[in-house]
């Protein structure tokens, strides 16, 4: 009887995508650079949980309106509109850098949604239209409601931010759910539970439908500094790019769409396609 060598050879099978959102995940909510939490971060990761390093730029948003409905900008304007700006700042230098690719290789959630989509399931693609929403949505639920019920809307039913009160919470998940509170609470439980359902056979469902960073990262795909490059002349119409992104989009046709996460998938499958950096 011989003992077989143990060999690391599934590291290398780990892709480097995989590595970086890993990492990513970490540094996020490294709890000793949280004296890091005054500066924003570039995507969705709830900095009310003690393990956050960054600032989630939406709650700062929110902040501003309520702050603002509240009346309070008079005593409080550099304060308020300094948080506004900053977080405004930030997604878009992050946009017109590098679009999409920091949803895609960077944030969190999207890596969990990533993880659960490998489990063998049956696997269905939501029309590329649906992403549109994600804008009125910013709108709708980062700076109206907001400002009109003085409320963090998007947190009451944003994923990542259900995951940080129920681990916090866990011990005293009653007064978690007391109303008023626990209605919305409810809310982001169920909200939290269908996305990740829906992560098994869709890809990213909520990065697709509701995240408003996504929603300003994808409309900065067609101009960002880091862009899809098609070289028409290579390319043979094999479809082969079509058939590896997971948003079932078209490289071909629009390489550089709103619904893309910048996963890279598609270039690993054709020569004619490249990611560039344009200066």
Known sequence: MTNKPITFLWFARISPRRWVQALSLILANAYFLSWLRFIPCGFLNCSNCALATFSCPLILL????????????????????????????????????????????LCPFGFVQD??????????????????????????????????????????ICPPGTITRLVQQASNIPLFLRAPEGIMAIVSIVSLILFLMLALFINRPFCTLLCPIGGIYGLSNKFSGLFLHLKKDDCSQCQRCEKKCPQGINPVLTPNHSACTRCLECTGSCDALSLDVKI
């Open 62 to 105: 929110q902040r501003g309106a309520i702050f603002i409905s509240m009346g309070m900008l008079g005593m409080m304007f550099w304060k308020i509109v300094g948080s506004i700006i900053a977080a405004l700042a930030l997604l878009l230098l992050f946009g017109a850098a590098l679009g999409s690719w920091t949803c895609g290789w």
């Open 115 to 156: 993880l659960l989509h490998k489990i063998p399931t049956r696997k269905y693609t939501l029309p590329l239209w649906s992403s549109w929403f994600r804008l009125p949505l910013f709108a709708l639920l980062v700076g109206i409601i907001p400002y009109l019920t003085r409320s963090f809307a998007f947190c009451d």
